[in-house]
Nanobody, 121 residues
Framework: QVQLVESGGGLVQPGGSLRLSCATS????????MGWYRQAPGKQRDMVAT???????NYADSVKGRFAISRDNAKNTVFLQMNSLKPEDTAVYYC???????????????WGQGTQVTVSS
C-alpha cells in the first residue's frame, strides 16, 4: 500500500521559515519524480517545486530564491525548505509522487493528505 505522509506544517510569522517533510512507503522512491503542490481556499492546486529522480529541480516563479526542494533516497523522503515566508504562501501543501514506465508508458501518480501552512502575524 502506497503512503505519502506530510509533516512540518504550522503557523509562522511573515519572514519565518518552515521545513516540510514527506515520508513515503510502498513505492520504489528512487525512481519517482517528487513534487510539492499547494492549494489555497477557493483556488486550484498549483505546483510549488519538483525534483526528478535524477535530482533536477524546478520551482514556481513565486517561490524561486525562497524555497528549496530536496530528497533523501535512503530515507524515502522529500523535503521542502521554505524561507522568507509571506502571507500569500498560506495554503495546504501536498506531496506528489510520479512515475511513468519507460516501456508501456503506464503512469503511477500518488498524493499525500496535505499539511496546512499558515503565514500570519
Amino acid at each position: 500500500q502506497v503512503q505519502l505522509v506530510e509533516s512540518g506544517g504550522g503557523l509562522v510569522q511573515p519572514g519565518g521559515s518552515l521545513r516540510l517533510s514527506c515520508a513515503t512507503s510502498g513505492i520504489s522512491f528512487n525512481i519517482y519524480d517528487m513534487g510539492w503542490y499547494r492549494q489555497a481556499p477557493g483556488k486550484q492546486r498549483d505546483m510549488v517545486a519538483t525534483i526528478t529522480s535524477g535530482g533536477s529541480t524546478n520551482y514556481a516563479d513565486s517561490v524561486k530564491g525562497r524555497f528549496a526542494i530536496s530528497r533523501d533516497n535512503a530515507k524515502n523522503t522529500v523535503f521542502l525548505q521554505m524561507n522568507s515566508l509571506k502571507p500569500e504562501d498560506t495554503a495546504v501543501y501536498y506531496c506528489n509522487a510520479r512515475y511513468t514506465h519507460p516501456h508501456n508508458r503506464k503512469q503511477y501518480y500518488y498524493w499525500g493528505q496535505g499539511t496546512q501552512v499558515t503565514v500570519s502575524s
